[in-house]
Nanobody, 115 residues
Framework: QVQLVESGGGSVQPGGSLRLSCAAS????????MGWYRQAPGKQRELVAR???????IYAESVKGRFTITRDNTKNTAYLQMNSLEPEDTAVYYC?????????WGKGTLVTVSS
């Protein structure tokens, strides 16, 4: 059974940093494209960043230069380093694991950026 468990969320002031982790189990982690998505109150879920099996990355324009997605296949874990956080980054952040025809989600971790 595939499980994705996010951690690392919390409250931070504008300009601060957080590092999210997504621990995966029940799957061949190194075969999956891993992604981070977020959903702010009243808005649709949106892609934040994705990393392929060969470490190619894409980012939403709004986070380019501030966020970095990485993966450690030895630990079955994906990370999202978030720097220079802004109030607009406030959202529930979800981890996603994807193969053609398969997509799995974690339950999310809340990030609140406020002074």
């Amino acid at each position: 059974q595939v499980q994705l468990v996010e951690s690392g969320g919390g409250s931070v002031q504008p300009g601060g940093s957080l590092r999210l982790s997504c621990a995966a189990s029940g799957m061949f982690f190194n075969m999956y494209v891993m992604g981070w998505y977020r959903q702010a109150p009243g808005k649709q879920r949106e892609l934040v960043a994705r990393i392929t099996t060969d470490n190619r990355t894409i980012y939403a324009e709004s986070v380019k230069g501030r966020f970095t997605i990485t993966r450690d296949n030895t630990k079955n874990t994906a990370y999202l380093q978030m720097n220079s956080l802004e109030p607009e980054d406030t959202a529930v952040y979800y981890c996603n694991a994807e193969l053609p025809g398969r997509s799995y989600w974690g339950k999310g971790t809340l990030v609140t950026v406020s002074s």
